[in-house]
Nanobody, 119 residues
């Protein structure tokens, strides 16, 4: 079964930066959306950023101007550059890919990577 593999999480001080990466364990055909979500303890999983196969991006208000999502279509890899990190950015970050093949939609998730922002 294909899975998404995230990397790049860790501990960083407020104001610092981290870059998350996400790639599939093997090639996925027809990926359209790639997204990053995050889930803090006691909270529901929330959408952070989206990028389409055409490169269109969107962000939640809480990260707009600080986070940048990008992708390498040839590698089906998505990145999340996180700058000016705040303690409230602390969460497990999950990668999600949605593939469209014919009339069917396929949903793929990663296992999550912990991001902790603390002094």
């Amino acid at each position: 079964q294909v899975q998404l593999v995230e990397s790049g999480g860790g501990l960083v001080q407020p104001g610092g930066s981290l870059r998350l990466s996400c790639a599939p364990s093997r090639n996925i055909v027809g990926i359209y959306y790639m997204r990053w979500y995050r889930q803090a303890p006691g909270n529901q999983r929330a959408l952070v950023a989206t990028i389409t196969s055409g490169g269109s991006t969107s962000y939640s208000d809480s990260v707009k101007g600080r986070f940048t999502i990008s992708r390498d279509n040839a590698k089906n890899t998505v990145y999340l550059q996180m700058n000016s990190l705040k303690p409230e950015d602390t969460a497990v970050y999950y990668c999600n890919a949605i593939a469209l093949r014919g009339t069917a939609q396929y949903d793929y998730w990663g296992q999550g990577t912990q991001v902790t922002v603390s002094s």
